[in-house]
């Protein structure tokens, strides 16, 4: 799946995270942790001393039957986006949206990749015959559950303590893929 997107002058491709993407993947983790580290359950010291072994499990879960990790490249090359999907735990008609970062170089509706990359995701999951996406949103990151809004998401009502801090709240979120 290649796909280009055009804005403000910006040319981007949205690509699957392949197999052999590991030290591209660790990269651009370790840059979502410093950048915006309440939207990721894990924490920037820790992920920078997972070995190569690790990073080489992440690319291969991600390329496993049922799951897209789909990135948008800039024009030189660098990685500045990433969007995954997985099935739901809990929900056999859902998959689950996460993984979700766009560089603050990247941001705002008129470059597009957010909203490129999403479409990319919701186009793989009706493909895969998903009747819904489902995502959670900390509910001290207003920026993302906008964009969530805005793309036709609604709370569901159902929340999980944040797992690297509990008094905090991951807030459900869901599309209808129909």
Do not use: C
Request: aromatic letters at 8%.
């Amino acid at each position: 799946m290649t796909r280009s997107v055009t804005g403000e002058s910006v040319t981007y491709r949205i690509e699957r995270i392949g197999r052999d993407d590991w030290q591209r993947l660790r990269t651009v983790r370790l840059a979502q942790l410093l950048d915006t580290p309440m939207a990721f359950g894990e924490i920037h010291a820790e992920a920078s001393r997972l070995g190569e072994g690790t990073w080489r499990a992440r690319t291969d879960w991600v390329n496993e039957p049922g799951r897209v990790g789909l990135v948008a490249v800039d024009a030189d090359g660098e990685w500045v986006a990433t969007m995954l999907s997985v099935p739901s735990k809990d929900h056999a008609d859902a998959v689950e949206l996460i993984g979700v970062w766009v560089d603050p170089e990247h941001r705002g509706r008129e470059r597009g990749v957010a909203d490129a990359m999403l479409d990319a995701v919701l186009a793989w999951a009706r493909g895969e015959g998903a009747a819904r996406m489902l995502l959670g949103v900390h509910e001290a990151n207003p920026r993302a559950a906008a964009f969530y809004l805005r793309r036709g998401f609604a709370y569901t009502g159902g929340e999980t303590p944040y797992v690297l801090d509990t008094s905090a709240r991951i807030l459900e979120m869901a599309l209808p893929l129909g």
